[in-house]
């Protein structure tokens, strides 16, 4: 059976967009994932979709407000950003909830920061998820 996880950031616009996509391509027989934000952008940033290509990953996501998922009975909750993990609303505690902060890429605006972050959730995004279900 295919668990669903659900990653939060603030904006939805980088990390949690990332994360959504890595595992949707890479563990998508064990895992969905979808993302949202606490207070969305309303954009995924390009510099973000443009990571993920160069990996070979064509994402078309869009950012979405939290509340978008409130039926919605997660397997996982996963925080990257600080914030987010503050502003967690209490609807998504009914099910299992862990943080994971990773650095925000689009305040430097640098394709290299982009690369590093994509880098570190296709690293410890999986490894999360295995332990999750342990």
């Given at each position: ?83 987010a993990a ?18 925000d890429p ?23 998820l295995a332990?999750?279900?342990?």
């Amino acid at each position: 059976m295919v668990k669903e996880v659900l990653f939060l950031c603030t904006g939805n616009s980088c990390r949690s967009q990332m994360a959504e996509a890595i595992v949707n391509s890479r563990l998508g027989d064990s895992w969905h994932a979808v993302s949202a934000g606490t207070v969305p952008a309303g954009y995924v940033h390009p510099k973000a979709i443009a990571a993920l290509a160069e990996i070979g990953i064509r994402h078309e996501g869009r950012s979405k407000p939290a509340d978008e998922f409130r039926d919605v009975a997660f397997d996982l909750v996963v925080t990257v950003c600080d914030s987010a993990a503050e502003e967690c609303p209490l609807w998504l505690g009914r099910g299992k909830r862990v943080h994971h902060s990773f650095p925000d890429p689009a305040r430097t605006d640098d394709m290299a920061d982009f690369r590093t972050v994509r880098d570190a959730i296709g690293q410890e995004i999986p490894a999360l998820l295995a332990d999750a279900v342990n």
